[in-house]
């Protein structure tokens, strides 16, 4: 077999400098193929002898070669070299070769067999007269969807990431839905579908894959993905059916109730899915229950052959479309990047496409996921689970008494000194690493809170930090804190590797073991965030004196390079689509903000909504610059008249709890005697608040962040938005602050470059909430006059989808919604 055919001169050339390098021992090479299966480009995996296999393959993507030299010039393979051959083909469809060292002669294990990409053709779905119209009468043409599905068709089918901002009303899931398993059918490849709110994952479920599965031609499976915590765990039913590891005199007589109902159902359930139960169970309930990564007793469990996550695991593998939440797939994306992109270890089984529905959220949630943090509610819980230090609680149902009450009915050897380390010594030590953990954390709450009693943050730059006048105090409390973890961590590890032969059916020794896992990871933790000294994070505390709780926490930057590496240099398609990800018809802020540098496809669809005739946008000239201390008060008539013109009927979107907490109580009374029903964000879940509006007489909601998307309520129950103000981020918050530092010391306008971005999206999140379909029609109102007092005005105006904007006094505006 010629070299020449498998790999490339320009390959081969390096490869033997690389081998010269280390004196003709053996080099792991990564060979990526181009479009015919020759090896253009290698990457160094590992040099010499010893390797590890997983270390090998986490290196690998899907469909490339791996090669190696055998120094002896003998090229036959070795069982080793079958192994990882046999490995890598059945998991990644991968190659196999062996070189000599002058990278001149070649030994194929095994061949490099590229599967071609199907290619689709969506138009017969989307046409005037195509499948859709024909099966669903009510189906409606739209050009903007058939526009959409015609991108998604060609990035899939030229294996190109695809961005599109669809504008409400394009029918945008269909648009990206029919494409994505039209694919996934003809290639027989997994796509993971992923949404940033529940609504839409309902919407998907219930509405718009149900129609797919009519129209489209040929058969597939779906399923929602949800997380672990959802399951049953079987190992803690019987634990807390059996044990007494539960102080049920510390819970009320409804959470009792629960307790009763949810080991009842335990018995009977045959998915284990908690929501099954007939009501919300208390989350401080269901903790004993639910199933964890981190308390797996993996194959050890007794019960693992009933597990109701592996069994739903064994469920997702069976589908080829999984639709799931951002939180989720990051989570899962955290999980790769330790273990290597393609693993059985993942909370979603493999796949090949991946859709971000809502994508203007996946920087925010990807930088949570690639975050550190630590806390002292989080702290306390851990060493409360393991050994209870409050005095209200029943002692005995921790877990540490629970390990020692078991290794009393078990025999061992040094049986005596074990038990009374643990009864004295660990017990001894814990009490002492309880009082220094919460000294440390309750110092950062006395310094930062300053008697407050609401939530700060405080960025923590390591040389102002470090000159600061508690800083020495602080330190020398982390230092007492560390020694106590440090020393805990050690005699406890030590305790386990002489116990670690006994039986554990019930798991009592594995959930021990695993909440000082737990600790350790606190531990990592607390070191790396403590050293602020990595500059590619944020390193800022959080304190709130109200619910006593301070934590730390270490935010990357910038995703750019997590995601280039975990994401998409594994994933040739992907397509990221919203209502709101483009500035004008420009994608450059948003790809920059998730670190998107390949080349893409890019589309700007705008609504097929009549936006002239259905949305009046009002933009009042005589009002107080919002930086004005007395604009709030200014605008307090106003804003009451306003929602009185048009009987409630109103979202008022704020951008901060203060200002709306404020307003809301200044109007409250005058409101409600007029026959207006009003809603406050916080005084019931999102979704609840919701429900109660669409079905409550001339409603009125207060809301923030939360209430700018996602939230979609048809018809004149709600025809009129407020905008208070220009919904910037706070500069002071220390990830905002750090992005315009970074921003800045690369000579680049901070506030060009990323606040109005970042702010005109969330402007047009908010404008977005009138019109959700084509028989809605209302007014905005936006109180903050920088829209026409300002240069940067423009781009907001620019983002207003109607032409008919009136710039007009206060009274003149009252008046002439008097006319409509």
């Not at 099954?276 to 052959?305: R, T």
């Not at 005995?396 to 061992?412: A, E, P, R």
């Amino acid at each position: 077999m010629n070299i020449e055919d498998k790999i490339s001169l320009e390959a081969r050339d390096k490869m033997r400098l690389e081998i010269e390098k280390v004196d003709g021992n053996e080099v792991f090479f990564r060979g990526i193929p181009d479009e015919e299966g020759v090896v253009t480009e290698v990457e160094v995996l590992a040099r010499g002898n010893k390797y590890s296999v997983p270390a090998i393959l986490k290196g690998m993507r899907k469909g490339e070669v791996i090669i190696h030299n055998h120094p002896s010039g003998h090229l036959y393979p070795s069982d080793p070299d079958v192994e990882i051959a046999a490995i890598y083909s059945n998991k990644l469809d991968g190659g196999s070769y062996i070189i000599d060292n002058k990278v001149s002669d070649i030994y194929v294990i095994v061949e490099l067999i590229q599967k071609k990409n199907i290619k689709i053709d969506i138009k017969p779905y989307f046409e005037k007269n195509g499948l859709l119209a024909n099966v669903f009468k009510e189906f409606e043409y739209r050009n903007e969807q058939l526009e959409m599905a015609e991108v998604i068709e060609n990035g899939l089918n030229t294996e190109t990431k695809v961005i599109v901002e669809a504008g409400t009303g394009t029918g945008k899931t269909l648009g990206y839905l029919i494409p994505a398993i039209e694919w996934s059918i003809k290639n027989k490849k997994r796509v993971v579908i992923s949404t940033n709110t529940i609504n839409l994952q309902e919407q998907l479920l219930n509405k718009d894959i149900p129609i797919a599965k009519k129209v489209i031609q040929g058969d597939f499976n779906y399923v929602l993905v949800k997380g672990r915590g959802n399951y049953l765990c079987n190992r803690k039913l019987h634990n807390v059916a059996t044990g007494d590891i539960v102080d049920f005199e510390e819970y009320s007589q409804s959470q009792k109730s629960q307790f009763k109902e949810v080991l009842k159902w335990g018995g009977k359930t045959e998915t284990g899915d908690k929501a099954e139960l007939p009501f919300e169970v208390d989350y401080s309930i269901w903790e004993h229950f639910q199933s964890e990564s981190d308390m797996c007793a993996g194959n050890k469990c007794a019960f693992k052959s009933e597990c109701y996550f592996l069994k739903a695991r064994d469920e997702k593998k069976k589908a080829d479309i999984l639709i799931t939440n951002h939180h989720m797939y990051f989570s899962d994306l955290a999980i790769r990047k330790e273990i290597g992109f393609n693993t059985e270890y993942s909370i979603l089984p493999e796949y090949e496409l991946a859709v971000f529905d809502e994508a203007h959220n996946v920087e925010k949630v990807a930088r949570d996921y690639f975050s550190y943090e630590i806390s002292k509610y989080g702290f306390t819980k851990t060493m409360n689970q393991i050994y209870t230090m409050e005095k209200s609680k029943k002692r005995g149902t921790g877990s540490l008494d629970v390990f020692i009450n078991y290794l009393k009915s078990c025999d061992y050897d040094g049986k005596k000194g074990i038990e009374s380390d643990l009864e004295n010594d660990i017990k001894l030590r814990h009490r002492n690493l309880f009082n220094s953990g919460r000294a440390y954390f309750n110092f950062i709450i006395e310094i930062f809170s300053k008697g407050q009693m609401s939530s700060i943050t405080y960025r923590l730059k390591k040389n102002e930090f470090e000159k600061a006048v508690f800083y020495n105090q602080l330190d020398n409390l982390k230092d007492e804190f560390v020694v106590d973890l440090s020393s805990y961590l050690k005699k406890v590890r030590t305790i386990l590797g002489k116990i670690k032969d006994i039986e554990d059916k019930e798991g009592y020794i594995s959930d021990f073991s695993r909440y000082i896992d737990r600790l350790d990871g606190f531990f990592e933790n607390l070191k790396f965030i403590n050293s602020l000294d990595d500059d590619k994070f944020i390193y800022w505390a959080e304190v709130n004196g109200k619910k006593s709780n301070s934590k730390l926490v270490a935010t990357p930057l910038k995703i750019d390079g997590e995601l280039d590496k975990n994401l998409y240099a594994n994933l040739k398609q992907m397509i990221f689509t919203s209502a709101t990800i483009a500035i004008g018809n420009d994608f450059s802020y948003f790809k920059e903000s998730i670190g998107l540098k390949e080349k893409t496809l890019e589309k700007v669809i705008h609504s097929p909504f009549d936006y002239n005739n259905q949305m009046t946008v009002y933009l009042p000239k005589d009002l107080l610059n919002p930086s004005d201390p007395k604009f709030i008060d200014s605008i307090k008539d106003f804003l009451k008249n306003l929602i009185l013109k048009t009987s409630g009927k109103c979202f008022i979107l704020f951008t901060s709890y203060s200002t709306l907490n404020y307003m809301y109580y200044m109007i409250k009374d005058e409101l409600e005697n007029a026959g207006l029903n009003l809603l406050i964000q916080g005084q019931a879940p999102r979704t609840q608040l919701v429900n109660l509006y669409k079905n409550i007489k001339n409603p009125v909601l207060f809301g923030t962040d939360s209430f700018w998307e996602g939230v979609d309520i048809k018809g004149e129950q709600l025809s009129s938005v407020v905008l208070i103000k220009l919904p910037f981020k706070v500069p002071s918050d220390p990830v905002t602050e750090a992005i315009i530092e970074n921003i800045t010391q690369q000579n680049k306008n901070a506030f060009v470059e990323y606040q109005i971005p970042e702010s005109v999206i969330k402007f047009k999140q908010g404008i977005g909430r009138l019109i959700r379909s084509k028989s809605d029609k209302g007014i905005v109102t936006i109180l903050d006059n920088r829209v026409i007092t300002k240069s940067y005005g423009k781009y907001f105006k620019e983002a207003i989808p109607t032409k008919n904007i009136k710039i007009l006094s206060k009274e003149e505006i009252l008046k002439d919604i008097s006319k409509t």
